[in-house]
């Protein structure tokens, strides 16, 4: 994931845990959304096995992924297996296993790619950005003017076509600068 939930939490403010699963549910949608938006898989290269594997529940077996540099916390990318490419976060890492955030595909994978990803710190404020923009206008949505006697306000027009991805283009300008040509 991009950011924790909990460290999501401190930054915008959030106190009531009611909202984790949203929280983490939008960090996940943020997560692929800016994925194919910048063509950009934010892989760490320096921090990568490619290997056969034995695949059983949510746990990985093959190497000693401590000394290879995997941690706790950090989200990988397995590419290049049968059943399990995808995005997953390490739970607890082993000398010779990692456990993941969910289950897998029972597979032994030949030639399979684990790599770290690891997200730049202006990503983690654009999504800090797009998720307090969620929270303050989720109930504006579908509001274009309100006037009130004299006071009059005009929200941001989510039909119009300066928008990506239902957020206004600029709070998504962060991700210009990551993306890269698809072919």
Do not use: C, H
Request: charged content about 30%.
């Amino acid at each position: 994931m991009i950011i924790t939930v909990e460290k999501a939490k401190i930054l915008l403010g959030i106190t009531d845990d009611s909202k984790d699963i949203q929280i983490e549910e939008k960090l996940k949608g943020l997560e692929i959304t800016i994925r194919n938006l910048t063509n950009n898989k934010f892989q760490d290269k320096t921090v990568r096995e490619i290997g056969n594997y034995l695949i059983q529940g949510n746990k990985v077996m093959g190497v000693n992924f401590l000394s290879l540099g995997f941690r706790k916390d950090n989200t990988i990318e397995i590419s290049g297996s049968v059943l399990n490419d995808g995005i997953y976060e390490i739970i607890e890492v082993g000398n010779n296993s990692i456990i993941l955030d969910r289950d897998l595909e029972e597979e032994n994978t030949l030639q399979t790619l684990i790599t770290k990803i690891k997200y730049p710190y202006d990503i983690v404020q654009g999504v800090i950005k797009l998720l307090d923009y969620d929270f303050k206008m989720s109930d504006k949505i579908g509001i274009k003017s309100e006037t009130i006697a004299r006071y009059s306000v005009t929200y941001y027009d989510v039909n119009s076509s300066e928008n990506i991805e239902g957020y206004p283009s600029s709070l998504m300008k962060f991700l210009n600068k990551y993306k890269k040509l698809r072919w």
